[in-house]
């Protein structure tokens, strides 16, 4: 199911010969309005015309989240603040928060976006989407309604909290499409297991879960709790929220939607392109933006990229499920570690809960990790031989996985904490 064929379906020498039209607006936008966009080309020596084809995009600046903080609230605005009907900010817990704004046009492209990941996971006019991404200056919740709206869909705003009212909502308004977090997922999947409600008793069919990397072990586990299909979702809101790529049904990566998007995938460390394939750090450039139109912004998520076709018909290329972010990256005695893979290894070994906390601490000078994992009531209760053999086999697939020993502290049900939002998996005691 296609929500905009003709956009999403277009070949992709008429999707490359569009995005270099947009391209040409939005720079020639950027150096005229901003200021600091402006600065950036001419110490590169670079004025839009200059650019002339999609090829030339690398000869332009990178844009960072500290650029938007330095001209914090407004100065990365291209159009004057009367055009603005809508300012949302990121969730930075250091400092200002990087201040996005939107035109009326914005809005309704995002909320173009948003219908069409809801389409992806089989959304119809008639669907019920009960949206628990939270409301407010996040851009989950609001990106959310609006394209669920769009697409004419019943729409029920939850937001996030009160999770054993919102599992009677989903029971009674018959919900087909839950929108929130995977692990808020996990947390409602969990208080149905506690009101003994059955997944088959609920008319979820799908569920749209992002705003945090999760990996596939973590997929299978939510379609297996609460009887849907996972689709992961990507977004930010440096660049517009929710929405900037999605999974079809086949699950076999995120559809980037390169008509409203330019993606690259550079080293992180040199900043050079990269070849399609290969892992690394997206970058982002906005090509139908008014408010706040961003040139090659460095999201620091690390990813792939791909253009070959996909099963649904779709022509915009496809990034694979988010690894994690390069600020997430752990380094422990010259291994990167990142959260998705000690969360994938728990999977994999089964037995535990998919709820852990990583904890790094630097002794001696040397790093250590500890991992405290959840276990089930039944086997918490169990005896200490049975818990011995589970600590162990848990231990040997993040050694399998990560090629280094971990120390692995098996924890009561409910010991760490939850949360609607984004979960907090890593404590860093080391003074890098």
Request: hydrophobic share 35%; with cysteine.
């Amino acid at each position: 199911m296609h929500w905009n064929k003709v956009r999403e379906c277009m070949s992709r020498d008429q999707l490359r010969s569009y995005q270099f039209e947009k391209l040409k607006e939005t720079i020639d936008r950027v150096y005229h309005n901003v200021e600091s966009y402006r600065q950036k080309m001419q110490e590169k020596g670079i004025i839009p015309e200059d650019i002339n084809s999609l090829e030339d995009l690398k000869l332009l600046p990178f844009t960072t989240k500290q650029d938007l903080r330095d001209n914090y609230p407004y100065n990365m605005f291209a159009v004057p603040l009367e055009e603005i009907i809508r300012i949302h900010a990121s969730s930075g817990t250091t400092g200002k928060p990087t201040v996005v704004g939107y035109t009326r046009r914005d809005i309704a492209n995002w909320a173009e976006l948003i219908a069409r990941c809801l389409t992806m996971g089989g959304g119809k006019r008639e669907s019920v989407v009960q949206i628990s991404y939270g409301y407010g200056l996040f851009t989950g919740g609001l990106g959310f309604h609006y394209g669920a709206e769009k697409l004419g869909a019943v729409v029920v705003p939850t937001s996030g909290g009160n999770t054993r009212r919102q599992v009677m909502l989903m029971k009674d308004l018959k919900t087909e499409i839950l929108a929130c977090t995977p692990s808020y997922a996990l947390c409602i999947a969990e208080t149905l297991e506690e009101m003994g409600i059955k997944h088959e008793e609920l008319n979820l069919k799908a569920g749209i879960f992002g705003a945090e990397p999760w990996s596939d072990n973590m997929r299978k586990e939510l379609e297996s709790k609460l009887g849907i299909k996972a689709l992961d979702i990507y977004g930010l809101s440096e660049v517009i929220g929710p929405g900037v790529a999605c999974e079809c049904m086949e699950q076999q990566g995120l559809h980037i939607f390169e008509d409203f998007f330019i993606p690259e995938i550079i080293d992180p460390i040199t900043e050079e392109p990269l070849p399609e394939g290969e892992r690394g750090e997206l970058v982002i450039t906005t090509i139908d933006k008014e408010g706040l139109p961003v040139i090659r912004y460095k999201t620091r998520d690390i990813t792939s990229i791909s253009c070959k076709p996909c099963p649904c018909g779709r022509t915009h290329a496809r990034i694979e499920k988010l690894l994690g972010r390069t600020d997430d990256m752990l380094i422990i005695r010259g291994v990167n570690v990142f959260p998705s893979q000690i969360e994938s290894a728990l999977m994999i070994a089964g037995d535990a809960e998919p709820h852990y906390l990583i904890i790094v601490d630097r002794k001696d000078n040397l790093d250590s990790m500890e991992v405290l994992v959840e276990v089930s009531e039944k086997l918490f209760a169990d005896e200490v031989r049975k818990l011995e053999e589970v600590r162990r086999k848990i231990t040997s697939s993040i050694y399998t996985t990560l090629g280094i020993n971990v120390n692995v502290k098996l924890v009561e049900p409910h010991t760490i904490e939850r949360t609607e939002g984004k979960s907090k998996r890593v404590i860093d005691k080391r003074k890098l």
